[in-house]
Every structure is written in structure tokens, then in C-alpha cells.
């Protein structure tokens, strides 16, 4: 039976950390043996790791720190497929793995636009950037980004080879629409309050790249006229900044910022439209699973996961970055257009864990 190892930092609530519980939950269903190797044993979405999975903890609070205990690990387990994410842990994970004695086979996968990240939020040059890539993920047995815009970032900082990469979509499509027996018009009300017409959702950490500012704003050109309601499902940093700006427009009842749901499925399918203001996104999960219950869309055109999952604008519209009045009026013509419900799960079928998770594993030929 073939042992698969997934590292990652930590199970806090991000969309790189969910799409790793849903593959290794179904690899573990599939007969595999699966382990979460983690830096810190923490965050909001352990209770979503199946029982059949096997989590340990590195006790490191720092990744640079982490080649030694890693490699032990690896030394110790023998695993045959080593799946590392999000760089730098990807590049540590790569030292740890060569120092093993190439212990199984390593693949990494990135899960953002790293040329954008290191200027954003990264605190190193893009100097070093590029030669800790060229210098690591030359040996992995491969790499994975998970939309073609993550790849062509990728390949451009770190000198690497297109060949050497492979995109596999996230497996974003996990089963919320299987909730729709249990929603009715008492959930919406629960939810969202009474007196609305529409009932706008956007999911996302409370961040500089979520751009919830550029969201809010052409919320408020709109929605007096549409009689509207915008949620916005999340945490981070700027929620004091966000709730200033909402109280400084008056929109005390009409913008609501709940806080972050491991379950956000009954929000999906109480809204009539799901909107995504990113200044740039490594995919965008949310998207699929607003698709998934048959959510129209409204994004911006940012890198770079976007325009692919919505088929540049078939499934969904799409808007210039951090312009407040095409925003607005693509909300407009969105709750206004008649969308095809089946064919919006339809698309989003393709990604579904099932689908995604047999990707991973042909391309790890097991």
C-alpha cells in the first residue's frame, strides 16, 4: 500500500490548505496511506481531516528551521509520494528530501502568482527568489502549479522549463450544493436579515489582494437602486480598517462582515450573486464553489486563475482590477441576466475532487 506524505506549514483557513485536506481525505478513502507533516499542528480547518488520515507535528516555528526535522522524517516514514507546498516550504522541503537520500518522490505545487507575492508580501529580493528556485526545484520529481497564469509566473522567476511543469486545477468543487435539501427561505432570513432583494456573497481573507475596498465602494453607487445586501465571508488584518469604511458610508445594514465559516456552503446557496474584487488570485477556489451552487459570478480579469475557471467570461463576468464603476455595473448586469444554473455546476464538475485527485495521481504514476 503506497504512502503519501502532504507538507504543509499549517491547516488555518486558506484555500491551498483546503484543496490539500479534500485530495488527502480522498486518497485516504482510495486506499492510499496518507500523513499531514506540519510545521504547527493549528488552524480552523483540522476538523476536516478525515479520520483515516494521520496528522504529525513538527513543532517549527520557522521554515527555515524545518530541513533537519523534516528530513528525520522522512528517514523515519519512507514515504513513496512526498507533496510539498507553498514556497519556501516547497524549496525547504527539497533540501530535507536530497539530504534523505531522495527518500520516495518529491513534488511540489504552487498555489500563487510568485512574481506579484514577492513584491506584496514577501520581504526578500527577487534575486533570491530566483536562485532559491532554480537551486531547488531543478531536482523534484515534479511541479505542479495550479492554473497556467501560476505556471507562466513560475517558469519566468525561476528560469524553469515549461516542460518541467505541470498544471492540475484545484480540486475546488468539494460537494456544497449536496446542502441545498437543507436551505430554505428560513436560512436565507436567518442568514441575511428580511427586506432584501438581492443578496450579494464574497469570500475571502480580509487582505490587500482581496481588494474589499474596491468591492465595498461600488457597492455603495448601487445598491439604494437594487435594494441589496453584501456579505462579505472572512477574516484578516483589515477588518477594522473595512469596518471604519463601512460606517463612514453609512452602510452599517447593508454590509455585513460575519468572519470566517469553515462551512461557508449555506451562504453560497442562500446569495443570488458571488462576486471576487482580487487585485490577483493563484486560482481562485471560491469561484468554483459558488459555480458549484449555481452562483453566477462576477470577477475581476486578475492573475491569474480567473479568466481560466470562467472560460474568459462563459461561465461568468469579468472586470477590470480596482475599477469601482465597471464593478459595479457588471453586478448590475449580472442580477439582471438570466444564467443557465445546470450549466454553471456543470463547469464546475470539472473541478471536482474526483476528477482533480485522479490528475495528481496519474502524474505521480501510482
Known sequence: MKKILIILPNLIGGGAERLHISLGNKWAESGFIVQFLLLNKHGQLLPMVSDKVDIVELKCNKIRNAIFPINLHLRKYRPDIILSAMWP?????????????????LFVSEHIVLGIEYKENLNISRLLLT???????TYASGIIAVSEGVKGDLCKIGYIPH??????????????????????KNTRELLWGVGFDHHILSVGSLKEQKDHRTLILSFSKIYFNL????????????RKELEELIE???????ILLPGFYVD???????????????????????????????????STDCKSGPS?????????????????????????????????????????????VDNISRQYLKYFNV
Not at 536562485?131 to 526545484?137: Q, S
Not at 463612514?248 to 447593508?254: E, T
Not at 464603476?325 to 471536482?352: C, G, H, M, T, Y
Request: charged share 20%; glycine share 8%; net charge positive.
Open 89 to 105: 516550504l516547497t524549496s525547504v522541503s527539497i533540501v530535507a528530501w536530497l539530504l534523505s537520500g531522495k527518500k520516495g518522490k
Open 131 to 137: 536562485v532559491t528556485l532554480k537551486a531547488t526545484y
Open 163 to 184: 516542460r518541467k511543469v505541470k498544471v492540475i486545477y484545484n480540486p475546488a468543487s468539494t460537494g456544497l450544493s449536496s446542502g441545498c435539501n437543507n436551505i430554505n
Open 227 to 238: 435594494n441589496a445586501k453584501l456579505v462579505i465571508l472572512g477574516d484578516g488584518h483589515l
Open 248 to 254: 463612514s458610508l453609512g452602510l452599517q445594514d447593508r
Open 264 to 298: 461557508p456552503s449555506p451562504w453560497y446557496l442562500t446569495a443570488d450573486l458571488f462576486v471576487l474584487s482580487s487585485r490577483w488570485e493563484g486560482f481562485g477556489n471560491v469561484i468554483v464553489e459558488a459555480l458549484e451552487c449555481g452562483l453566477p459570478v462576477v
Open 308 to 352: 481560466e475557471i470562467l472560460n474568459n467570461k462563459r461561465y461568468g463576468k469579468l472586470t477590470p482590477v480596482q475599477n469601482i464603476d465597471l464593478l459595479s455595473n457588471s453586478i448590475i448586469e449580472a442580477l439582471n441576466e438570466p444564467w443557465d444554473v445546470d450549466k454553471l455546476k456543470e463547469r464546475a464538475q470539472d473541478f471536482s
